[in-house]
């Protein structure tokens, strides 16, 4: 089945700790996006990425980074430098003018 | 400053009856506008969209209605089912510099009720 793959769908991260979000799309995307989902809130974009090799920050990109070394593959790195970084983070692969996402991985920090 | 409002952080519906989520937004480039259902702990699942050369878009029970001068969208949901109950996002997008830009508002939370 072609899809967005999210995993894992829970992660707990130590403070101090870099965690990477796994992100695999097989929908043949040139395009890849990174949001985060806070209560209450609207998605909120961290990185994209419209071609492989090449990305773009977001408008909350401070604390983490990615990497695009394959269309299939947009992994997120939450780094220590996040202050906040307990949320549910959504990767999203987009065909034209449309976003389609993954089940999402809820990360906590304990 | 939110570009893309939904004013109605909750709605409940009676079974059988019309749902109807409403959207606003203040950039006039926005030229693409989706609606997204999302159950707790899960993605955001593609419902309708429509552009902006267009005022109304069906799909089955949800049809999106788009009125461009007062910057306003709707999705109507008819009949409602309790299977419809979740978070409902509009979001807009625009082409920029840098690809495709989308912008999602807070969301409506709709509960239908048996």
């Known amino acids: 089945d072609g899809g967005i793959t999210q995993s894992p769908k829970y992660l707990f991260r130590k403070e101090g700790q870099n965690v990477t979000l796994s992100c695999e799309q097989n929908?043949?995307?040139?395009?890849m996006y990174w949001y985060r989902q806070d209560p209450g809130q609207g998605l909120r974009l961290i990185y994209y990425?419209?071609?492989?090799?090449?990305?773009q920050k977001g408008d909350i990109a401070e604390g983490y980074s990615v990497s695009r070394e394959k269309k299939e593959s947009f992994p997120l790195t939450v780094t220590s430098a996040q202050k906040n970084p307990t949320a549910f983070y959504l990767c999203?692969?987009?065909?034209?003018?449309?976003?389609?996402f993954g089940q999402g991985t809820r990360l906590t920090v304990v | 400053d939110q570009q893309v409002k939904q004013n109605s952080p909750s709605l409940s519906v009676q079974e059988g009856r019309i749902s109807i989520l409403n959207c606003d937004y203040t950039?006039?480039?926005?030229?693409?506008f989706l609606w997204y259902k999302k159950y707790p702990a899960e993605g955001p699942t593609f419902l309708i969209s429509?552009?902006?050369?267009?005022d109304k878009n069906e799909d089955g029970r949800f049809t999106v209605f788009l009125n461009k001068s007062a910057k306003h969208l709707s999705l109507h949901i008819v009949p409602s089912q309790p299977g419809d109950s979740a978070v409902y996002f509009c979001?807009?997008?625009?082409?920029?510099?840098?690809?495709?830009?989308?912008?999602f508002g807070p969301g409506t939370r709709l509960s239908v009720l048996p």
């Open positions: 999203a692969s987009v065909r034209v003018a449309e976003a389609f």
């Open positions: 929908l043949n995307h040139d395009a």
């Open positions: 990425s419209q071609i492989v090799n090449d990305f």
């Open positions: 950039n006039s480039m926005f030229d693409y």
């Open positions: 429509i552009s902006s050369i267009k």
């Open positions: 979001a807009a997008s625009v082409r920029a510099n840098y690809g495709q830009n989308f912008v």
